[in-house]
């Protein structure tokens, strides 16, 4: 690859795409990587104050814009990029849980412990209202289990399938137990209380470990499992690099996870640090999905991402934030691919490079860009003769909308 197919294959990858600025920037790579991994992330736009006067639909609207605008606008887009794998991963949706405030909470446990100790963040999730609402944790109590979180977290959160047993999952939610959701809608919150009486303090045989365990004890046991390594080192291997990665690559980033006591940073270092991470295999494999498709349309032209429009579009194409139709999430590249996904791309493009009018539209500034810029910023300065051709004659806009239409622009 050459330097600036190399900036924006990381920059796909890290993030959700390169402006034009930065890729002609002097940062490589791994500097790049490494300012990113070390810095404290700052939030580029506040979250909004849970107003308990507003209703759902207005506090639902104010949290997808403060993160559609903190997705496009962070200076830290890799912070950006794994809290969206978490969020992808460890799924909770609005429309069962039914309080934006409590998402809010959830969101401020996954920005703080991204990359960090993998225990940590797990033990965060676990126990938040969020999850606890959405996974039915908090209506799990001795002599009344629900095995509803205890379940999930193993199949889909830790060791995935075929890695326990139908004994685990009921010994792993009697150990769950006691966890109470207490909402307080003067405040527009919720507090998380952990409530003796209902924890099932029994001895319980979990995974092949043996006590009176607890919820702590859950997460510890789950977080450093053998399988539990495996399964994260593919799924960010897959995410960040190709799909279906090798035995042997999956054995290099488990190590390196228990090498490093858990740690998300060190794992994600190791992925971009991959030979692999350059091949011709990780190039434009992987299909966008709608929020990428938005989010890398919206930062690569630099256009203000607050839009009732932007939020209509996603729901066109089946993918807004914190909506998943379940706790598996979205399944697959080939969803996407139907023909109203795809007609709805299309029009989001000409809605996004079209000139700002009576009825509302987008600040996208073509003055900014040359007709070779927006090949470089958004094709990596690779541009075929057929698409060529269906330049001429057009205005910078048209281009511009003519790419984000285009096949290729389809892959990250």
């Known amino acids: 690859m050459d330097r600036i197919v190399q900036k924006a294959h990381f920059f796909r990858r890290a993030g959700f795409g390169a402006t034009l600025d930065e890729l002609n920037s002097a940062n490589s790579p791994e500097i790049l990587l490494s300012k990113w991994l070390n810095e404290t992330p700052v939030l580029n736009v506040p979250a909004p104050l ?14 997808w814009h403060w993160l559609l605008k903190q997705m496009v606008s962070s200076n830290n887009p890799l912070h950006e990029r794994i809290v969206n794998f978490w969020r992808d991963r460890f799924v909770v949706s609005l429309r069962k849980i039914g309080k934006a405030q409590l998402l809010l909470d959830y969101e401020r446990r996954l920005r703080t412990y991204a990359l960090g100790d993998f225990q940590e963040l797990l033990m965060q999730v676990t126990t938040s209202p969020a ?3 959405y996974l039915d944790n908090a ?19 830790t ?32 507090d998380v209380n952990f409530v003796s009486r209902w924890h099932d303090d029994g001895i319980k045989n ?11 004890d859950v997460v510890e046991i789950l977080a450093n499992h053998p399988s539990t390594a495996r399964k994260l080192a593919a799924d960010l291997w897959s995410a960040l690099a190709y799909r279906d990665p090798e035995p042997a690559i999956i054995d290099r980033l488990a190590l390196v996870y228990k090498q490093n ?10 992925v971009f640090n991959s030979p692999e991470f350059y ?49 598996k999430g979205w399944q697959g590249d080939q969803g996407w691919l139907t023909a109203p996904s795809l007609l709805t791309r299309l029009n989001i493009a000409q809605q996004f490079t079209r000139e700002y009018g009576d009825d509302g539209g987008f600040d996208f500034n073509p003055d900014r860009y040359s007709t070779k810029d927006l090949v470089t910023v958004l094709l990596d300065g690779n ?22 239409s285009s096949p290729i622009y389809q892959l990250a």
Do not use: C
């Open 383 to 404: 541009s075929n003769r057929q698409l060529e051709e269906q330049f001429t004659g057009l205005s910078k806009r048209e281009v511009a909308a003519l790419i984000l």
């Open 279 to 327: 091949s011709d295999k990780a190039y434009r494999s992987h299909l966008k999905t709608p929020l990428y498709f938005v989010l890398s349309s919206l930062r690569q032209l630099q256009i203000e991402a607050n839009s009732d429009r932007v939020i209509g579009g996603l729901r066109a194409m089946g993918q807004v934030p914190y909506n998943a139709p379940s706790v």
């Open 139 to 157: 209506q799990n109590r001795a002599g009344k289990i629900n095995e509803n979180y205890s379940r999930e977290v193993m199949e889909l959160f």
């Open 50 to 63: 849970p107003i308990v006067k507003k209703g759902r639909q207005e506090q639902s609207r104010e949290m």
């Open 131 to 133: 999850m606890l609402t």
């Open 261 to 270: 006591n858990r740690s998300i940073k060190a794992v994600v270092a190791a």
């Open 206 to 216: 979990y995974l092949g470990r043996s006590g009176k365990l607890s919820t702590q």
């Open 159 to 190: 060791l995935g399938q075929g890695q326990y047993t139908e004994k685990d999952i009921q010994e792993g939610a009697r150990a769950l137990t006691g966890w109470q959701v207490k909402l307080r809608p003067e405040l527009g919150t919720a």
